[in-house]
């Protein structure tokens, strides 16, 4: 009895973070999906759209340099999340290689002045929002502590349907960026500073709104019509984040049928 309990339990708590990845997934292919981001003229301030182009950096983001030394291009963001090492092994089928899984501690975006520039001109982007919905902090105002953190059941910056990256991974130890992260205790050696670039001449496609400052066109996200950057095709985009729904939409209920049969049928 203590077994069945013991599961339904943990179902139901890990139907929490499947349910909540569900609903920010689903609010970003809603929108796609029903085309609500047109292609237009990026000048056309107060519209929806989806751009693609090629990224241009004025001003890099604080740490890249230390995080990505061999980069000729310019970087003008970075996703970053320091992890550490997991006892669980994780298999990568196209590489055919099995190594132990990472598990995040604290994630979030980093970002410069860089932009992405089309045929119809060149627009800016802003993204406050993506920092503002996942409640992210800077990457030199993390602190790494072997004292357990307590469980996110929100999709952490890392994993957000709303920005996709498939460009190399960069993986650092703690003690080699040690001026970007502060550290608490001698555990933190254990942990790892993790980094996905957007580089200078990266192809980007962007759904966002458009707003002028200064008459330059700038990219941005709000809750109705959210700010999603990837480095996919608009159609490779919209079947990962299908395929993202699906898993996640079917796991959720799943886990909570099983904490329900566990805790009253048993």
């Known amino acids: 009895m203590e077994l069945n309990i013991f599961i339904s339990l943990v179902s139901g708590v890990l139907s929490v973070p499947y349910f909540s990845n569900a609903i920010s997934t689903f609010k970003i292919f809603r929108p796609i999906r029903s085309e609500a981001y047109t292609e237009k003229q990026i000048a056309d301030t107060g519209d929806s759209v989806v751009l693609r182009g090629d990224v241009t950096v004025d001003s890099p983001p604080e740490g890249s340099i230390q995080l990505f030394p061999a980069y000729k291009p310019a970087v003008g963001a970075y996703l970053w999340r320091i992890s550490h090492i997991d006892n669980l092994y994780v298999i990568d089928l196209e590489d055919r290689t099995i190594s132990r899984a990472k598990v995040g501690y604290e994630s979030g975006i980093e970002y410069g002045d860089f932009s992405i520039t089309t045929k119809e001109g060149t627009a800016k982007i802003d993204p406050t929002w993506l920092i503002r919905t996942h409640n992210t902090i800077p990457l030199s105002e993390a602190t790494i502590s072997t ?100 898993k996640y939409g079917v796991l959720a209920p799943l886990l909570v049928i099983i904490a329900i049969f566990n805790w009253f049928v048993i």
Do not use: C
């Open 147 to 246: 004292i357990p953190r307590t469980i996110s059941f929100s999709p952490s910056m890392w994993s957000s349907p709303y920005i996709h990256l498939r460009s190399t991974e960069t993986v650092h130890e703690i003690e080699d960026v040690n001026d970007l992260v502060k550290s608490k205790d001698d555990g933190a050696r254990q942990y790892y500073v993790q980094a996905k670039p957007i580089e200078s001449e990266t192809t980007l496609t962007v759904y966002g709104n458009v707003r002028t400052e200064d008459e330059t066109s700038v990219l941005y996200g709000t809750d109705a019509s959210p700010l999603a950057i990837t480095d996919q095709e608009p159609e490779e985009f919209r079947r990962y984040l299908t395929r993202r729904l699906v």
